[in-house]
């Protein structure tokens, strides 16, 4: 009896090891944004390729281990970046985002520093061997996400400009490697940039509230919800001119030209949605434009696949 008893405890505990350590190892993955960085990789590979990148074959950009190394080191600051700003918005996310906070608390904080730094360390160790460009690049760009997290945060409209800025970083970065400086290139940019901008401040204004306790100035909670709504609006109505310009007068074609085209409507959408004040309209305006830069990204590879066959 007492034999079965141990096993049947030995048993819980090998199930609750399996739990914790699974629990520890989500948590982690969470904490450094890995789906969000998973998804600005896949972003990083299709851009540089069929964007920037107008003459190398496949085979050779394949072997350009350079890009490759960049490629790497923007993923590990990404990851390191998530990092910290989790450590600074830490009691801030026991309110908004409270699974993914209690996922974290699996490992203690310390441990997340630790993964932190050493991230860190390891991204510009393999820019350093790149070239002394490169490492220049990545220390600025680290330093402004630790920036972000410590101070610009809780500034009003910097905030958001500086979030948005940080996220379309890397992409500046590769289309200075590869000189690829055009109209449609800026336009695209442009494009990119305000729809980013309109996500971060339709998410700020779903934490309005919670942002004003723990003294993040916000657009929502700085002005009031009408100079908010005009602002959200005219952001995504200069987001559909900049969308006619790229179709208009760059000659893009293929499934971009779709793209562009559709995003005309789900412009129009959007801001019918963000005139219903409520919550869930928001929330649906936000995974809309979030839902909208994805598919973006598969225009952009599928376009691409198209003009190399």
């Not at 160790?125 to 101070?151: C, E, N, P, T």
């Not at 929502?220 to 005219?234: D, Q």
Request: hydrophobic share 50%.
């Amino acid at each position: 009896m007492n034999s079965e008893k141990e096993t049947f405890q030995e048993k819980n505990f090998i199930s609750k090891s399996v739990f914790y350590r699974l629990s520890q190892f989500v948590g982690f993955l969470l904490g450094a944004r890995f789906f969000v960085a998973v998804l600005l990789t896949f972003a990083l590979y299709v851009s540089t390729f069929f964007l920037f990148n107008q003459d190398e074959s496949f085979r050779s950009f394949v072997f350009d281990f350079k890009v490759h190394g960049i490629i790497f080191c923007t993923v590990l600051s990404i990851l390191s970046g998530g990092i910290i700003n989790q450590f600074y918005d830490f009691e801030k996310d026991h309110i908004v985002k409270p699974f993914r906070t209690r996922i974290q608390s699996f490992i203690k904080q310390r441990y997340f520093l630790y993964a932190y730094l050493a991230l860190t360390v390891i991204s510009l160790g393999v820019a350093s061997f790149i070239s002394y460009r490169v490492l220049i690049f990545f220390i600025i760009y680290q330093f402004f996400m630790w920036f972000y997290s410590h101070k610009l945060s809780r500034i009003l409209i910097l905030n958001n400009l500086t979030f948005v800025s940080l996220t379309l970083y890397p992409f500046f970065g590769m289309m200075v490697y590869y000189e690829t400086f055009s109209k449609k290139v800026l336009l695209m940019a442009i494009f990119l940039f305000l729809i980013l901008l309109c996500i971060d401040i339709v998410k700020d204004t779903l934490t309005k509230s919670v942002d004003k306790t723990f003294g993040y100035v916000t657009i929502p909670n700085y002005f009031k919800s009408e100079t908010t709504k005009i602002i959200i609006i005219t952001l995504l109505m200069v987001t559909m001119l900049v969308s006619m310009k790229l179709i208009l007068k760059t000659g893009i074609s293929g499934f971009m030209a779709y793209y562009f085209a559709s995003g005309l409507f789900i412009m129009i959408l959007c801001i019918y949605l963000f005139l219903n004040s409520s919550k869930k309209s928001k929330f649906f305006t936000l995974n809309i434009l979030r839902f909208w830069v994805f598919v973006g990204i598969i225009s952009m590879l599928l376009n691409g696949i198209e003009g190399k066959l």
